[in-house]
């Protein structure tokens, strides 16, 4: 069995000599403590998007990846090596599928030390055109296909020797801010957020084990052409002509820059204390400010109403 790691104690200043003084100025908070290098990545949906360019970061930086897809013969990197890398069969809607992806990264690997979930896709329409089937997978594969990706990354990394690790759970602004036509898109998202904020809890602090969501905004990929379902809605009631332009609209306007993305997700990836949550891109940050004031306005405008439902003293 491979075993790429060794246990380092350092500082971002030792690793500094191999980095620009430029970079620890953007970002001091970076602090190697108990570094293994070179680290074990394991990502999901690493044919497209987000996750191809963080496979291609990952590579890039040293370090090795377990990328997953549904069709594992499509990935390749130009810097894919059998010592580095691992294409590995995952369907989000089938549990023992993750789960052998899993089995198959650490019999190569020996550990996984940043599990990034990032597998799912996005289904427009107006929510009374939606059928049940509709529904259910949207959440099997955006949620309890991550849940179930979760419950196998705490173990590995639970029992693994140093354990520790990092989880990144790639939601969406639609996670944090109700999107119409997407509603249930939003809601898997939502409910992953949930789901993680809780689960972060349950862990042990000497299990090392860390989360992080992170809420992309709009970014240029293929997503819309790729990774869309469109339901096919006849009815009056709502303009769907006016949605589909701001789709396309949307398609052909977003401001985050998918490599960028990419290095965003490895620098967090590098904290020693990573967020609990953080969001992707300007339009997500602008957006998310905005809809948090406007909450907490509400919270504070009926705060009497709150109080009033407690047991009198």
């Not at 290098?37 to 890039?60: C, N, Q």
């Not at 590995?156 to 990144?168: C, W």
Request: overall charge negative; hydrophobic content about 40%.
């Amino acid at each position: 069995m491979l075993q790429p790691n060794s246990k380092i104690n350092t500082t971002y200043s030792n690793r500094l000599a191999s980095s620009s003084a430029a970079s620890f100025r953007k970002y001091p908070e970076i602090l190697f403590t108990e570094t293994i290098m070179p680290r074990v990545f394991f990502v999901t949906g690493s044919s497209a998007g987000l996750g191809e360019a963080l496979v291609k970061e990952i590579l890039d930086n040293g370090d090795y990846v377990i990328a997953t897809a549904r069709k594992p013969e499509v990935l390749i990197f130009d810097k894919a090596t059998s010592t580095n890398f691992l294409a590995v069969q995952l369907d989000l809607l089938d549990s023992n599928s993750v789960l052998t992806a899993y089995l198959t990264g650490v019999a190569k690997f020996g550990r996984i030390d940043v599990v990034v979930n990032n597998g799912g896709y996005g289904l427009s329409g107006p929510f009374e055109d939606l059928t049940d089937e509709d529904i259910q997978r949207q959440m099997d594969v955006n949620f309890t296909g991550a849940v179930v990706s979760t419950r196998a990354a705490i173990k590995v990394m639970r029992e693994q020797s140093p354990p520790g690790g990092i989880i990144q759970q790639i939601t969406s602004i639609g996670g944090r801010i109700g999107m119409p036509y997407m509603c249930m898109y939003s809601a898997s998202k939502f409910a992953l957020e949930g789901f993680t904020e809780a689960v972060a809890q349950e862990m042990d602090p000497k299990w090392g084990i860390k989360f992080t969501c992170v809420e992309p905004g709009g970014f240029r990929t293929d997503f819309f052409a790729r990774s869309m379902v469109y339901t096919n809605s006849t009815s009056s009631a709502y303009d769907l002509a006016a949605v589909s332009a701001q789709i396309k609209e949307i398609e052909k306007s977003q401001r985050g820059d998918p490599p960028k993305g990419a290095k965003a997700l490895y620098h967090l990836a590098t904290l020693e204390n990573p967020p609990k949550k953080t969001v992707l891109g300007s339009d997500a940050y602008e957006w998310l400010n905005q809809h948090m004031t406007a909450e907490h306005e509400d919270l504070l405008r009926h705060e009497s109403l709150a109080r009033s439902t407690d047991i009198d003293d």
